[in-house]
């Protein structure tokens, strides 16, 4: 199990490192910078990573969501070098200026919110943390997305991400089991219909053209157009590797997709899974690989103090 927390979040910032230099690509110009073995080229994470540590060390911090503390965390380890989104930017300004974690998001887009991955993005610490409850995950899903992201569809996408891992988190969880409970678990229609269409590549013998899930599941910015296609990712794969490969090669928005799509393998093979190569390549430093392994160790021994604590 505790293999399972670390796989998570390293899993996560494994992706977006290996998906960073070709955010924004084609497949086909993917294909050209990676060829067939898939190299990590920098190692260097993004807001992507950044956010998830923010989640993570809040979390730990009041052994639960604490809105006010989780935006002050975003705002310490803001650094715009990392390629923030522009609602996610102007979200922390917002805050850093002294708007409450309640209010400074929902003016965004003029006054509907954000539906960006931003909130999806960074989930993986609640998804581990209340992988046993589903209430929990879901509300802390909406209020830690609703720091920057008040759109319905931008905190569904987190949720649906949370509930990905928490699935995987399980032992013994089938993959086709898995899509019947995410179809239940979501609320809204666009996700529900897109679900629907995992289960139809999901169910087909041949091999589907990768054109077609682009088309069908996104590989966009927008939390409808890429939670989807990181749970395709991960279900249509047998390995952590094959499964974030996948996800960089559609293109798009590769750091945040395989980002995604390495919380849920990663969770579901655990940390021994990661190719050590990428491991290795993975940025160091004062919040690089091995302050997240730690993230996850010790949001894994909280959890076993408060399920300790529960059971008397
Ligand atoms: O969601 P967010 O933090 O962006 C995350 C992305 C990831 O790819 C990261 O790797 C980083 O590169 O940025 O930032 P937002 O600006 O809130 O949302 C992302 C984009 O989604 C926006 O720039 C818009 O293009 C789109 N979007 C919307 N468009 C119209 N109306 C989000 N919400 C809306 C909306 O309400
Ligand atoms: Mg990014
Ligand atoms: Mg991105």
């Known amino acids: 199990m505790k293999s399972k927390f670390t796989g998570a979040l ?8 290996l998906g960073a230099p070709v955010e924004g690509y084609s497949m086909k110009k993917v294909s050209s910078v990676y060829g067939e073995d898939w190299k990590m080229i920098s190692g260097r994470y993004t807001d992507d990573t950044e956010m998830m540590i923010g989640v993570a060390e809040s979390l730990i911090e009041n052994k639960g969501f604490n809105g006010e503390d989780m935006a002050k965390r975003f705002i310490e380890n803001y650094d715009p070098k990392r390629g923030y989104g522009p609602g996610s930017k102007e979200a922390l300004r917002r805050l850093s200026e002294g708007e409450s974690w309640k209010e400074a998001s929902k003016k965004l887009f003029g006054g509907k919110g954000s539906y960006g991955n931003g909130a999806a993005m960074r989930i993986a610490p609640v998804g581990i943390f209340y992988y046993d409850d589903v209430d929990r995950l879901r509300e802390t899903a909406y209020k830690s997305s609703h720091i920057t992201h008040s759109n319905e569809l931008g905190k569904e996408g987190a949720a649906l991400q949370a509930f990905s891992i928490a699935l995987a988190m399980q032992e013994r969880v089938e993959k086709e089991g898995m899509l019947l409970e995410l179809k239940e678990f979501v ?3 666009v996700y529900k ?4 269409k995992i289960e139809m590549f999901f169910e087909k013998e041949a091999e589907v053209d990768k054109k077609e899930v682009i088309s069908e599941l996104g590989s966009g910015e927008e939390a409808f157009n890429s939670v989807p296609t990181a749970i395709y990712s991960f279900i249509r794969s047998n390995s952590f590797k094959d499964a974030v490969v996948y996800a960089v090669s559609l293109g798009g928005d590769t750091d945040t997709i ?3 799509t390495g919380a849920i393998s990663g969770a579901y093979y655990g940390e021994e899974a990661i190719p050590k190569e990428w491991v290795e390549r993975l940025e ?3 919040k690089g690989k091995r302050y997240i392994r730690w993230l996850g160790e010790e949001l894994y021994h909280i959890k076993l103090q408060l399920m300790q604590r529960d059971r008397w």
């Open 10 to 17: 390293i899993g996560s910032a494994v992706g977006d490192a």
């Open 193 to 196: 219909e897109k679900i629907r």
């Open 187 to 189: 609320e809204n229609e």
């Open 258 to 260: 395989a980002a995604m």
């Open 284 to 286: 160091g430093g004062k």
